[in-house]
């Protein structure tokens, strides 16, 4: 009871102490106002000479100099030691992508859809197709000069053993003797009415796919998107890492070896490759095509459409 009291006492007593100060000081407080006023909102009341104008200039580029060397800092920090440029800065789960890459399917010359349509016979009308896929596929010659970043993953299947920075310098080669004739020489068969096409998982830093130890990859199926264009599509061949013969012609399906898998943003890294072909299609008809995977837990696909007039 007794401490309550004294410190009450004590409070009242400070607020006496400070009434008093500022009602000395009151009068002083007001003339500085009153100078600030008119120095700083009424300067027409002084006059300013050359050193004021030349204090006040030195004072602005002094202020301003060091905010801009500040905000120089401060983006070197965040670009160069909070973001790293050779990895996303959100992975996995939390990056927007989620875990789900999509597919996509080469050649295709427009954004706004996935067709491709061309006159048999007329070059012209393909040759645009058939620049997309050399473009596209000129990245993988240009492996033979990486040296000893690559690794024949399929004959040696060590992916798991390797060390992280290992798997971070090197890739598995991709060779494009497995396109079968899905290739230059024979124009990806856009001439003679059997068109090539490539399929891809995207690229997801440090994703791998959830699939059994004993699958070979991520298989992808293809057919026609609807049941009448299975019967338009005519024969259907796929070839691949593993089956790149005649005997891609009689299965629907397809894989993207695991070995291939995480993609860690290696210089030398290039996507697994499918190579679609169909052998003589309907003529004059528009068909859709459906790519998808078939043992991810999320399945993801790729649809195009194709006119051969």
Known sequence: ??????????????????????SRNETKN???????????????????????LFKS???FILFYAILFGILICLLGLF?????????????????????????????????QMNLIAYKDGKQDSFLAYHDALIAFLLHYEYN??????????????NSQALTAETLVQTSCVFNLDWSYKCNINNMFGFDNASPCFLIKLNRIYGWLPPILSEEKGVK????????????????MCLYDAYVHTEEGCERQCAFIPHQYFPYLNQESYRSPLIFLQLINPKRNVLMQIRCETVNLPETVSVQFALLID
């Open 30 to 52: 007001k003339s500085q106002r009153r100078q600030i006023y008119q120095t700083l909102l009424q300067p027409q009341t002084r006059k300013r000479n050359h050193s004021d």
């Open 220 to 235: 992808i199926c293809c057919r026609g998107a609807n049941p009448n264009d299975d019967i338009l599509l005519g024969t």
């Open 57 to 59: 200039l030195v004072f």
């Open 1 to 22: 009871m007794y401490v309550i009291v004294y410190l009450i006492s004590i409070h009242h007593f400070h607020q006496l102490i400070m009434l008093n100060y500022f």
């Open 144 to 157: 033979s000069y990486t040296g000893n970043s690559l690794r024949d993953c399929l004959q040696e299947n």
């Open 79 to 111: 670009l160069y030691k909070i973001i790293d440029a050779n990895k996303p800065y959100l992975t996995g789960s939390y990056s927007s992508l989620e875990n789900s890459p999509g597919l996509s399917v080469v050649p295709v010359t427009s954004t």
